[in-house]
C-alpha cells in the first residue's frame, strides 16, 4: 500500500505563514514571501505526521504530494521530519488548480512506476485537507482520506 500524504493543515502546521483572501483561497503572494528558510523551520507537525512516520516504521511506501513548490527549505524540513520515500510538488511557475495538478502528478508517477492508473489506485490512499484535491482524486477512483478528521 501506498500512502499519499499533503503537507500544510495535513502533516504540517504552517498557518503561522498564511493568509487567506476573502474567498478563502491562499494568499500566494503573502505565502511566497514568508516561504523563508526561518519561517519553514518554524512550522510545526500535526498529528497525521506521526502517521506517516509509523507508517514508514512498519515498511510501508509513503509520500508527500503537496501544492507547494518546493525549495531547498521544505526539502530539509519535510526529509528531516516526514523523511517519505517519494515527493511530489508543485512545478514552478504552474497555477493549475489543486486537485488537477495533483492528479497530473499522481498519474504521471504511476506511469513511472509502470502502473496503469486502475492498478495505481487499488494500492494507493490519499490524506488531504482540501476539498478540489478530495473531489478530483476520489472522482478518479482513488481513495482519499480528509484530513481534517485527524488535527
Known amino acids: 500500500?501506498?500512502?499519499?500524504?499533503?503537507?500544510?493543515?495535513?502533516?504540517?502546521?504552517?498557518?503561522h505563514r498564511q493568509r487567506k483572501n476573502a474567498d478563502g483561497s491562499i494568499d500566494?503572494?503573502?505565502?511566497?514571501?514568508?516561504?523563508?528558510p526561518d519561517k519553514i523551520a518554524q512550522d510545526?507537525?500535526?498529528?497525521?505526521?506521526?502517521?506517516?512516520?509509523?507508517?514508514?516504521k512498519?515498511?510501508?511506501?509513503?509520500?508527500v504530494c503537496t501544492?507547494?513548490?518546493?525549495?531547498?527549505?521544505?526539502?530539509e524540513f519535510v526529509v528531516k521530519n516526514l523523511n517519505p520515500i517519494y515527493i511530489l510538488h508543485r512545478p514552478h511557475g504552474d497555477n493549475t488548480p489543486c486537485g488537477a495538478m495533483k492528479l497530473d502528478l499522481l498519474t504521471r508517477f504511476a506511469q513511472r512506476m509502470g502502473l496503469a492508473w486502475g492498478e495505481f489506485v487499488k494500492h494507493s490512499?490519499?490524506?488531504?485537507?482540501?476539498?478540489?484535491?478530495?473531489?478530483?482524486?476520489?472522482?478518479?477512483?482513488?481513495?482519499?482520506?480528509?484530513?481534517?478528521?485527524y488535527s
Do not use: C
Request: glycine residues 2%.
Open 67 to 75: 501544492s507547494r513548490q518546493m525549495t531547498d527549505a521544505d526539502y
Open 58 to 63: 512498519r515498511g510501508d511506501e509513503t509520500m
Open 28 to 36: 500566494l503572494d503573502h505565502w511566497l514571501a514568508n516561504n523563508t
Open 125 to 149: 490512499v490519499m490524506f488531504d485537507d482540501n476539498d478540489d484535491v478530495l473531489d478530483t482524486l476520489s472522482q478518479n477512483g482513488l481513495t482519499t482520506i480528509d484530513a481534517r478528521k
Open 1 to 15: 500500500m501506498l500512502y499519499i500524504y499533503d503537507l500544510d493543515d495535513t502533516t504540517i502546521d504552517s498557518s
Open 44 to 56: 510545526s507537525l500535526l498529528p497525521l505526521a506521526e502517521h506517516l512516520r509509523q507508517r514508514n
